[in-house]
């Protein structure tokens, strides 16, 4: 007969460690659910994203968000108000990689503009983007896939 398996103090270890896995499982799996909007690479090249949406009744665009192969960003972190959210993605070199129709304002670094109308009087670049409903879920994530 093996003696640790069978004292009690071993026993109670192992009742411990149970009981605490139980617990930590319990404890993670219990987390508010958080809305938000995640890109996801899916091409061979690492990609820039940029969004617009609606914030206060004006469109805003934000970037850049570098996502690099096989790997997701989430570009809205709060919860979804627009059931629109309007994206725009470029490789490194700076070449579009979808072809939107929506023209909206974007810059070559970091930033964040307030309203798409007039891109060029006020000194941005005017860019394409494409539309995706989210059809007002909390959550939703876009896979951009490599251009055929």
Same mark, same amino acid.
């Given at each position: ?5 069978? +004292?009690?103090?071993?026993? *109670?270890? #192992? ?12 404890? *993670?799996?219990?987390? $508010?659910?958080? !809305? ?14 940029? &969004? ?8 805003? %665009? $934000?970037?850049? @968000?570098? &996502?690099?192969?096989?790997? #997701?960003?989430?570009? /809205? ?11 725009? !993605? ?15 304002? /974007? ?8 309203? &798409?109308? +007039? #891109?060029? +009087?006020?000194?941005? &670049?005017? !860019? ?8 007002? %879920?909390?959550? @939703? +994530? ?7």
């Amino acid at each position: 007969m093996n003696y640790l398996a069978t +004292s009690p103090r071993y026993a *109670l270890r #192992c009742v411990a460690a149970f009981m605490a896995a139980v617990i930590a499982g319990i404890a *993670l799996g219990t987390g $508010e659910a958080r !809305a938000e909007f995640a890109v996801c690479n899916q091409s061979f090249d690492v990609v820039n994203v940029a &969004i617009g949406h609606d914030v206060d009744g004006d469109f805003q %665009t $934000e970037g850049w @968000w570098t &996502i690099g192969t096989n790997q #997701c960003a989430n570009v /809205i972190r709060e919860e979804l108000e627009s059931r629109y959210i309007y994206v725009y !993605a470029q490789d490194v070199f700076g070449k579009p990689m979808l072809n939107g129709t929506t023209k909206m304002c /974007i810059e070559g670094k970091r930033f964040t503009i307030r309203g &798409i109308s +007039s #891109c060029w +009087s006020r000194g941005h &670049i005017q !860019a394409r983007f494409i539309e995706v409903d989210t059809e007002k %879920t909390q959550r @939703w +994530s876009l896979f951009l896939a490599a251009p055929n």
